[in-house]
């Protein structure tokens, strides 16, 4: 079993550093506060903050986000994985972490906003350690039908004993479920782990 998919990376949209800056003023007009006598500027720098994120917004033609999809892929099977040209075979990997936040269009409320949105999944991110050092890199799960490929790479793992971890966030998951201690041992039973 093989999984294929395209690199999340981090780009630099040099248009978007304006909106960033303009949030960046508007985020320290609440350091105003612990400075005495200057509490009557703190609407004027978060307003002038805000009219700069939205001015960089605008030049940045909407396009402020800080990653998107590379033309390189990432593979993974039971044989090694491969990083865009850089490959590693399974055995001179360790500490194999998969987290599988979200596809895109999957609608995901984490808490931190009042209501949830649609994920664009680019959250997904690989770690392992080779060759004495740390590899991370992000993937991008494209659907429903792209997860339950992956899926089936982790069955294989699972049935040849290939030591891996899945998580979800800071939550550990067993083929994308949080397991219950009953669920768990289950589990392990069925793929020969006890």
């Known amino acids: 079993m093989e999984f294929r998919t395209r690199l999340v990376v981090k780009r630099r949209n040099k248009r978007a550093y304006m909106a960033y800056a303009g949030l960046f003023i508007a985020a320290s007009s609440l350091l105003l506060v612990f400075i005495p006598g200057m509490n009557e500027y703190i609407p004027w720098v978060f307003g002038g903050g805000i009219a700069i994120v939205v001015i960089g917004a605008v030049i940045a033609r909407g396009d402020v986000s800080t990653y998107g999809l590379s033309d390189d892929l990432l593979t993974v099977s039971s044989i090694g994985i491969m990083i865009g040209t850089e490959q590693y075979s399974l055995n001179q990997i360790h500490n194999l972490d998969f987290n599988v936040e979200a596809y ?76 219950s201690d009953k669920e768990l041992m289950e589990f392990k039973k069925k793929y020969g782990y006890s």
């Open 104 to 179: 895109a269009g999957m609608y995901v409320n984490d808490g931190a906003m009042v209501s949830g949105q649609n994920s664009d999944g680019m959250t997904n991110e690989l770690s392992f350690e080779a060759e004495g050092r740390m590899v991370r890199c992000g993937f991008y799960l494209e659907s429903k039908l792209h997860v339950q490929q992956l899926a089936l790479l982790f069955n294989e793992f699972y049935e040849r004993h290939i030591p891996f971890v899945e998580r979800n966030r800071s939550t550990r998951t067993y083929m994308f479920q949080k397991l």
